[in-house]
């Protein structure tokens, strides 16, 4: 059988499909990418077993991203040193006399998640390895923690000018547009809805303490005294003896500070090694990647010097670190690497071409196309795992179907729509980096952070998609938003009362 016959068809969707349907039904995410993986190598070959297996091995070896592995590797390094140090166990007790309250530690960890807007890879982890002693003390679960981490990264990277996100929205933006790629993302910002409904969802609920569904579970599974509720074991890599009793908050205060001040400063040298002029054009046009990996090296060696003399880690101890560190990150990138695999596959079936082609032919300038562009970007991203593959596949189709320069508004919507779909989409896919990244920094079970996650995200998922459809009948920014704000606030209060009388009627009935 000739592999050519599913390649750019309706096939193409099977293999992330079948992936993330297993995964979420049986719990257990590395074979479920596996299978994924090996059936979109046997459509791409024709059901050809060894023709599969050199196919898989292949994409396998050119879809992996050594930069962002030893990212990981070096970040997992600095969790271990920070925890050895005491620093963690120090910030904890500091924390645990300042902060005096589940709300305030869920706030604090909400404010970290907003000021790293540089990078979500370096988000997710950085405020994971800093809040999480923080949540431990107030029993906070530790998917209620990915939670907060993951709805703080990509929502506010995406609305941030000054990240590695907005560098890749106006890469995607054709010469032709008649806008340059960062006015619009300027433009898109106040349009996009599910960044900004999420953060302030997360807002509610750590000011509320509102929980429902799989959440609540958790959340009450915490307060027993069991953070996990599944999965613990594979986070127990650093043992209680391996920790200096005396360690300081600034252990860990000043490598945090170290890690964020020389990415930044690496990303902004980056873009004017490549030609800019300022420090905004040199954001956008950063090597984040390459900036990110010598950030976490020059805070291993601020961490060297930082320790070594006063006796808090043994050089010992800190080299075995390294080791320890990639241990601690074998579950992310474990599920990275099969992820990027079957994001592979998918590319060589032809699924981008496949979604856009459907698109292309069955849209037209209406009124509803922000709304049908969210939900495509939803799906898209959820099937593919990946934000900026959905940002390069939709955006030049949007902005292709608004040649006019008087549909400009409409068409900054539709690719408003379209980054909003994509991160919400990245945000329920359990075969997503960040997704992957989030669980990794609270060092909570992947299923667990995916399938409480989820729920989480489908309420402003659903607002969105009424937004959208005003959005495309008004065309101004601030009543949309407004009302798009409104309807949330109004959705999470009603499911807030409903779900406290039912318990008031439940607990009626079992006294009785």
């Known amino acids: ?29 590395y074979s479920s990418l596996f299978l994924g993986v090996a059936l979109g190598a046997l459509l791409c070959t024709g059901f050809h077993p060894w023709n599969a297996f050199v196919t898989l091995f292949d994409i396998m070896k050119s879809s992996m991203n050594l ?44 404010g970290l998640g ?35 981490i993951d709805a703080t990264a990509a929502p ?63 959340e009450e599974n915490a307060q ?23 360690g300081k908050v600034y252990d860990l205060i000043l490598p945090v500070l170290v890690l964020i001040v020389s990415a930044i400063g690496a990303m902004v040298y980056t873009g004017f090694l490549g030609g800019a002029t300022d420090v905004v054009s040199a954001f956008a046009g950063c090597d984040a990647e390459t900036s990110l990996i010598f950030a976490t090296m020059v805070t291993i060696f601020f961490m060297l010097i930082l320790y070594l003399p006063r006796k808090v880690v043994t050089f010992k101890g800190f080299m075995d670190s390294f080791v320890e560190g990639f241990r601690l990150m074998i579950p992310a990138v474990a599920i990275l690497i099969f992820a ?32 049908v562009m969210f939900m495509v970007g939803v799906f898209l991203a959820f099937s593919t795992g990946t934000s900026w593959g959905t940002f390069a596949i939709l955006v030049p189709i949007v902005v292709a179907m608004f040649p006019d320069a008087k549909q400009l508004e409409m068409m900054i919507i539709s690719v408003s729509a379209v980054l909003a779909g994509a991160v919400c989409g990245d945000h329920v896919s359990p075969i997503s980096d960040t997704t992957v990244m989030s669980s990794a920094g609270a060092q909570s079970n992947h299923i667990n952070h995916v399938s409480t996650q989820m729920q989480y995200a489908a309420v402003v998922a659903v607002v969105c998609v009424i937004g959208y459809v005003i959005a495309g009948f008004v065309r101004i920014w601030w009543i949309t938003l407004a009302v798009s704000v409104a309807m949330l606030l109004v959705v999470l209060t009603f499911m807030r009362k409903y779900t406290s009388e039912g318990e008031r009627a439940g607990n009626g009935k079992t006294a009785d």
């Not at 390649?7 to 995410?29: F, Q």
């Not at 000054?162 to 619009?184: C, E, K, M, R």
Request: charged share 15%; net charge neutral.
């Open 224 to 246: 027993k005294g069991d953070l996990f509720t599944s999965g613990a074991e594979e986070f127990e890599n650093v043992k209680t003896e391996d920790v200096c009793p005396n």
């Open 1 to 29: 059988m000739d592999g050519s016959i599913f390649i750019g068809t309706a096939w193409a969707l099977l293999p992330p499909l079948l992936a993330i349907v297993l995964a979420l039904v049986t719990k257990e995410v």
């Open 340 to 371: 990027w695999t079957l994001k592979g596959v998918s590319d060589t079936l032809g699924l981008a071409e496949f979604v856009g082609g459907v698109v292309g032919a069955h849209t037209s300038a209406g009124v509803i196309i922000p709304a």
């Open 67 to 110: 930069n962002i592995l030893i990212f990981d590797v070096l970040l997992g390094m600095i969790i271990v040193l920070m925890s050895k140090s005491g620093g963690s166990a120090a910030y904890g007790n500091w924390a645990g006399k300042h902060i005096k309250s589940r709300k305030t530690a869920m706030l604090a960890t909400t």
């Open 114 to 148: 907003v000021l790293i807007f540089v990078d979500d890879y370096f988000n997710c982890l950085t405020v994971g390895s800093v809040m999480r002693p923080v949540t431990d003390r107030f029993k906070i679960s530790r998917a209620k923690l990915a939670y907060i």
């Open 156 to 218: 506010i990277c995406i609305i941030a000018p000054v990240s590695s996100w907005a560098a890749a929205v106006n890469s995607y933006v054709p010469a032709d547009a008649g806008i340059t790629g960062f006015q619009l993302f300027l433009r898109t910002i106040p349009y996009n809805l599910y960044a900004i409904l999420t953060i302030i969802m997360v807002v509610y609920i750590c000011v509320t303490g509102f929980d429902f569904g799989l959440m609540k579970k958790h």
